[in-house]
Nanobody, 125 residues
Framework: VQLQASGGGLVQAGGSLRLSCTAP????????VGWFRQAPGKGREFVAAIRWNSRHTYYDESVKGRFTTSRDDNEKSVYLQMNSLKPEDTAVYYC???????????????????WGQGTQVTVSS
């Protein structure tokens, strides 16, 4: 499945952004969709994931209570609502998808076969 991530931008600390991940020409049914981010000079880190069929969601501790991932019933869109943004949230954000990943591997980028191109999120202090 081909993925497209969008919605990034520049926001002040405390502000909000909503990222979108779409699957043009495809569907997210039966997939797990994960969100990762990579800050300058750092490795890619897990942010959140959603299992399409059950809507179960998973979050890194650093974003729990501030970020929410959800999906559309059209089977083609997943969202990451980011509230109370902090300067340390500044990164390139990626969405990824897998049909075969198991729960214990959701935080591992190697478990995802498909990736979007990334969208920049910059939070100013």
């Amino acid at each position: 499945v081909q993925l497209q991530a969008s919605g990034g931008g520049l926001v002040q600390a405390g502000g909000s952004l909503r990222l979108s991940c779409t699957a043009p020409g495809g569907t997210f049914r039966n997939y797990v969709v994960g969100w990762f981010r990579q800050a300058p000079g750092k490795g890619r880190e897990f942010v959140a994931a959603i299992r399409w069929n059950s809507r179960h969601t998973y979050y890194d501790e650093s974003v729990k209570g501030r970020f929410t991932t959800s999906r559309d019933d059209n089977e083609k869109s997943v969202y990451l609502q980011m509230n109370s943004l902090k300067p340390e949230d500044t990164a390139v954000y990626y969405c990824a998808a897998s049909q075969t990943i198991i729960v214990s591997s959701y935080t591992n980028e190697n478990g995802y076969a498909y990736w979007g191109q990334g969208t920049q999120v910059t939070v100013s202090s």
